[in-house]
């Protein structure tokens, strides 16, 4: 296993939910920025198409699987409006992939970035919270 790969795989078992959450939002950001890279440098290259449509697809995947992962009873409004965000997302990339538009994919990494700052936020709120439970048990000791 090379130091990236484990690395990568000590990273992911030892996250939490949310953690990981923001890492596959990382993830489809990424693979977005190297299609729209690869689609700037010019798909009559073979070697940037395939990059194109390999990035476009492994945002789709993550999307998909984002969507599938979604908490329908305990999130209630929120996971249904992610679910439909989701879904718009996934069809916008599909059109993004069959017209090479740039623009799409463009506004796709922006959404992701603000709903991966949402949970981020989340995160840091949650630690806070725990932190401060911490510190006042600690002090009725």
């Known amino acids: 296993m090379r130091a990236n790969d484990a690395y990568l795989q000590s990273k992911v078992f ?4 949310l953690e990981l959450v923001i890492m596959l939002y990382e993830k489809a950001i990424v693979s977005l920025q190297i299609a729209k890279e690869a689609i700037e440098a010019g798909v009559n290259n073979p070697d940037n198409l395939k990059r194109k449509v390999e990035g476009l697809t492994k945002a789709t995947d993550v999307i998909y699987y984002l969507n599938d992962i979604l908490d329908r009873q305990r999130g209630g409004e929120i996971a249904k409006n992610l679910s439909t965000i989701y879904s718009i997302l996934s069809d916008e990339l599909v059109r993004a992939n069959l ?7 463009s506004k796709s990494i922006t959404i992701l970035q603000n709903l991966k700052t949402a949970w981020q936020d989340l995160r840091k ?8 439970g911490r510190k006042t048990f600690a002090a009725s000791i």
């Open 14 to 17: 030892g996250a939490d939910g």
């Open 99 to 105: 017209f090479n538009d740039l623009d799409i994919i």
């Open 125 to 132: 709120q949650m630690q806070t919270e725990n932190s401060e």
